[in-house]
């Protein structure tokens, strides 16, 4: 019997399942399973990404005899046809960069800078709206943990950043680039380390802080760019002298290394990864709002920090006291705590310490 794997979003209530689904060693779902909601439920809430039915129930499923419920904003938008074809592009990309990056690292390929930002634009080029863009690239994470797709996300939010700052338009194809290629040095560090789920031991995390240095010399010897090459080389430096590998400060760091480093650390944190789930966004908000201020650019930071409240407005959400909502207003001072309607009662966070959003639905 043909069996289909489908990203859960996908998945119609009335489809059997094919095969069996395991959360680390718990088994969530047997296979035969016909999926209902609290199936769906259990899936969804696990962090399940995809899974296996039969390819029969593609056109069978009975979903207008089951009950569905209220759809959250992100369940209506990764349904909406536009963000299915931004999916397929972005998929598509994923892998023919990932070669590239390859070739480039490995095989000594020359670089196209060119061509590099023209795979980026591609996808983001039916998207004018830097908000929606942000929406969708906040909803489409869930596709890989690789090297590759968390690089082509940082060139996005990069260029997302970027227009939020009127950059023109070479410096925007500069910091797109440099997104792409900032984490380079990581195709050359044993894919052993670079996917292991578990705890890295002190000589791997060690190999790992090698990438920056690698991928600077890397793109040194193809003759890229200046301000591309320093961001793959200081990525991971922090403003007050707290970062790696060569523990500079503010002033000694290129603003394109600055605002990379700003969106590689949101991008890593919300991201789902092999040996954690991703945190809520609203949650990275607040810890860059607690200690970002020393260690990232208040320039870049202030902008991007309130870029984000502003993309999830009327998101619903869910409250630390279990209650959900639907963000109406954001705080220009506070990005972390936006006003919330619970029903019919507004809950301004900012008048609530012990308030905090957990999740965006």
Not at 16 to 30: G, P
Not at 65 to 82: C, F, G, I, M, W
Not at 157 to 163: I, P
Not at 194 to 199: D, E, F, L, N, S
Request: aromatic residues 8%; proline residues 3%.
């Amino acid at each position: 019997m043909n069996i289909v794997q489908l990203m859960l979003h996908r998945v119609k209530l009335g489809m059997t399942l094919a095969e069996d689904v395991y959360k680390d060693t718990q088994l969530l779902v047997q296979k035969g399973t016909v999926l209902d909601n609290e199936a769906i439920n259990i899936l969804r809430y696990s962090g399940i990404v995809s899974i296996a039915v039969y390819g029969k129930d593609l056109a069978t499923a009975p979903e207008a005899k089951v009950e569905v419920p209220k759809q959250t904003h992100s369940e209506k938008l990764r349904n909406k046809e536009a963000f299915k074809v931004f999916e397929k592009q972005f998929q598509e990309s994923t892998e023919e960069f990932s070669k590239t990056l390859t070739d480039i690292a490995q095989n000594d390929k020359e670089i196209n800078l060119e061509e590099l930002f023209s795979s980026a634009n591609e996808i983001m080029a039916g998207e004018t709206n830097t908000y929606h863009l942000m929406d969708i690239l906040s909803n489409i994470r869930y596709f890989d943990d690789s090297t590759y797709a968390h690089s082509l996300n940082v060139a996005m939010l990069a260029n997302v950043l970027g227009r939020w700052l009127h950059f023109g338009e070479k410096d925007l194809r500069t910091l797109t680039v440099a997104g792409m290629l900032h984490d380079i040095g990581k195709v050359l560090i044993p894919a052993e380390i670079i996917q292991k789920p578990g705890q890295l031991t002190e000589e791997e995390y060690q190999t790992i802080k090698t990438h920056p240095m690698q991928g600077y010399r890397l793109l040194k010897r193809k003759n890229v760019d200046e301000n591309i090459a320093r961001a793959a080389l200081l990525h991971h430096e922090k403003c007050d002298g707290s970062g790696y590998p060569l523990g500079l400060k503010g002033d000694k760091i290129n603003d394109i290394a600055k605002i990379i480093t700003i969106v590689d650390i949101y991008e890593a944190m919300t991201a789902d990864r092999c040996y954690r789930d991703g945190l809520c966004p609203f949650h990275v908000i607040k810890m860059l709002e607690d200690e970002g201020f020393y260690k990232y650019d208040p320039r870049y930071l202030l902008p991007f920090l309130q870029g984000l409240s502003d993309t999830y407005l009327h998101n619903t959400i869910l409250l630390s006291d279990g209650r959900k909502g639907e963000i109406v207003m954001t705080n220009k001072n506070y990005a972390s705590r936006p006003c919330i309607m619970c029903d019919n009662d507004y809950v301004d966070l900012t008048q609530y310490p012990s308030l905090s959003i957990v999740a965006v639905l």
